[in-house]
């Protein structure tokens, strides 16, 4: 009876439009009164800042700092012009280089809401113009965006990297395989809709073209190799490649290309402390969730709970992957992997299911929760950021959310695409 009051008091706050923390936050404190009203609240508060006193988390703040830099200067622009000189020409052309330039930024930036912002302002005009429809450029501009979780450095692999003790590295490197495999999935879709749209394609950029592009954008090309070839080289760890990321950032964008001001620098630092302060408080309410759950013995309960009705690892990977989907309709992202990873990667473990898999199965649901409605965070964004209405983006994204299913069971029971490129980079 308690549980289901505390339950019907979580639901309560989310429709009434309260604020992650406290919809997560008061339910999990009136669970502590109810079952644990002994525990000192020096413990709570402990357990609060412990959650976020973790050096791995000081990667979060640095990619986020940088995204924003990247997003609001040239590297974003360069970065997308190199794939449109490539792919530009091809049956699909828009379509693909928006695939493929939300990759690319996803390859410096970790983060999905940026990519949106950065990539929705300058291929939206140009699907439109090749001839793609509305609802198809927006559902595509949305779901593309979603690469930017898988393709490293991303921003969920840290948090989830943080929270089940899982290598980074590793978590980075098995997000290339999937990340791909997502990318060609969204390009299939590129390539039938051309077709059924007649699309038109720009002309074929000469080589003489491509290699003044690849020059003009050779600072922003240093971003990728910086990062994922600093990290999977072992010179230096992902927390350092994120602050390197930030000076590179600066110096390219303020002292080389000078497309940012000091001024600029200021006001973006200040937008991105606040965006790390937001996802800082989940952090740290997620770290107290974690040890409630813990005590309550919820994994256990799991357990044996699959025992009882003779279910196995194929059984669970459905259980999780449709909690997540759930979960993903009516909160943000990093307040499901919050609430779902304590109870879920125990039991995980207990099945033999390698932590990296587990990890790029977490990932993928938290990535199509981006883009799931009613409430998918990159719906907002693109709407944001092209002025369009929710229902119209919405209307474009179903598709998307078919492919990232099929996508998503393939990861699930193939775990072989997760753990290929980690393997072969670090062994078995």
């Known amino acids: 009876m308690i549980i289901a009051l505390i339950f019907a008091l979580a639901v309560m706050l989310l429709l009434g439009g309260f604020e ?69 020409h091809t049956r699909g052309g828009m379509g693909h280089v928006t695939v493929g330039g939300s990759m690319a930024f996803g390859a ?57 003790g899982t290598s980074i590295a590793q978590l980075f490197a098995g997000g290339l395989a999937v990340g791909l495999v997502l990318g060609l999935a ?39 190799v910086i990062i994922l070839g600093g990290i999977y080289s072992g010179i230096i760890t992902p927390t350092e490649a994120a602050a390197v990321s930030v000076v590179y950032a600066i110096v390219v964008e303020c002292l080389i290309s000078r497309s940012l001001t000091w001024a600029d620098l200021f006001a973006i630092t200040e937008r991105s402390a606040i965006n790390t302060a937001i996802i800082f408080v989940l952090l740290a309410m997620g770290g107290l969730i974690s040890f409630f759950v813990t005590l309550a013995q919820v994994p256990a309960g799991i357990l044996s709970l699959l025992d009882s009705i003779d279910a196995g690892m194929i059984t669970f990977l459905l259980v999780v992957n449709l909690c997540f989907f759930i979960a993903g309709m009516f909160i943000d992202p990093n307040s499901a992997l919050l609430v779902l990873v ?87």
């Open 20 to 88: 992650m923390l406290l919809v997560l936050g008061l339910p999990t404190l009136a669970y502590k009164q109810a079952f644990w009203p002994n525990l000192p609240d020096a413990a709570v508060v402990q357990k609060l800042l412990g959650g976020i006193n973790h050096t791995t988390l000081l990667a979060i703040p640095f990619f986020i700092l940088a995204a924003n830099l990247m997003a609001s200067g040239q590297i974003a622009k360069h970065l997308i012009a190199v794939v449109q000189a490539f792919l530009g």
């Open 108 to 164: 410096v930036s970790g983060s999905a809401p940026a990519t949106v912002a950065a990539m929705g302002r300058m291929v939206y005009p140009e699907m439109r113009a090749a001839g793609y429809s509305d609802r198809f450029s927006l559902g595509l501009l949305v779901s593309s965006a979603e690469t930017a979780l898988l393709i490293p450095p991303s921003i969920t692999f840290i948090i989830y990297g943080w929270m089940t």
């Open 186 to 224: 969204f390009a299939i879709m590129v390539q039938i809709q051309a077709t059924r749209d007649a699309v038109t394609a720009a002309p074929r950029a000469d080589w003489g073209e491509r290699l003044r592009v690849v020059w003009d954008a050779k600072w922003a090309l240093g971003m990728p």
């Open 342 to 428: 304590p109870p879920f990667f125990p039991v995980a473990q207990s099945l033999g299911i390698d932590p990296v898999h587990f990890g790029m199965i977490v990932t993928m649901n938290i990535s199509l929760g981006m883009i799931t409605p009613p409430f998918g965070l990159d719906i907002f964004v693109a709407s944001s950021t092209l002025g369009k209405p929710v229902e119209d983006i919405i209307a474009g994204v179903w598709p998307f959310v078919v492919v990232n299913i099929i996508v998503l069971a393939l990861i699930t029971y193939v775990p072989q695409i997760s753990l290929f490129v980690p393997h072969l980079i670090y062994g078995s």
